[in-house]
């Protein structure tokens, strides 16, 4: 680097930016090629792959889950159900056991469940999600995401608040 009298040149400038930025690019280079979790994608509903015993089938669901800078995976859940009605839910998803609050477009910041997950293994996740009743937070939601060892499709399978299998299967296809 150049200096004149204590002075840092334009050229000398020029060559400290271009050095950070190219040492930035590598330290990002190397975080993108960290291993990702393998739930991390968007996935569509396969209606001919699921198996509904107690629930209605959406007539469309489509869920994403990306990263984000403080570590947690971002969810979304865009769905229209079996009587035609539109839903779009969001929440934050970290794999400590942690409760998150989960929100509905239709109910602003006012949280509709708060949601644990527990990572099984690599590609298996349980997800127990509680409500708030008559001021006593209740099980609501128990299911496990499982990723197939082909990365191609994502299951969810629910079971009652006993932790019991309900039968009821839903299976998404990774578009990207």
């Excluded at 929440?91 to 527990?118: H, N, Q, V």
């Amino acid at each position: 680097m150049t200096r004149i009298a204590g002075v840092i040149t334009a050229a000398g400038l020029c060559a400290l930016v271009a050095a950070t930025g190219a040492g930035v690019g590598f330290a990002a280079q190397g975080k993108a090629t960290a291993q990702r979790d393998s739930i991390i994608g968007t996935w569509t509903f396969n209606p001919g792959k699921s198996t509904f015993t107690g629930r209605k089938p959406p007539k469309s669901s489509t869920r994403t889950f990306d990263e984000t800078r403080d570590g947690l995976i971002l969810v979304t859940l865009n769905q229209v159900n079996a009587d035609g009605n539109p839903s779009f839910n969001h929440w934050y998803m970290g794999f400590d056991g942690k409760e998150y609050p989960e929100f509905s477009r239709t109910r602003g910041a006012e949280p509709i469940l708060w949601i644990a997950i527990k990572a099984v293994d690599a590609s298996t996740k349980e997800l127990t999600g509680r409500r708030l009743e008559g001021g006593v937070m209740k099980v609501v939601d128990l299911f496990t995401f499982k990723v197939a060892e082909d990365g191609k499709t994502l299951s969810v399978a629910y079971k009652d608040v006993a932790g019991k299998p309900t039968g009821d299967i839903v299976v998404f296809d990774k578009q990207f």
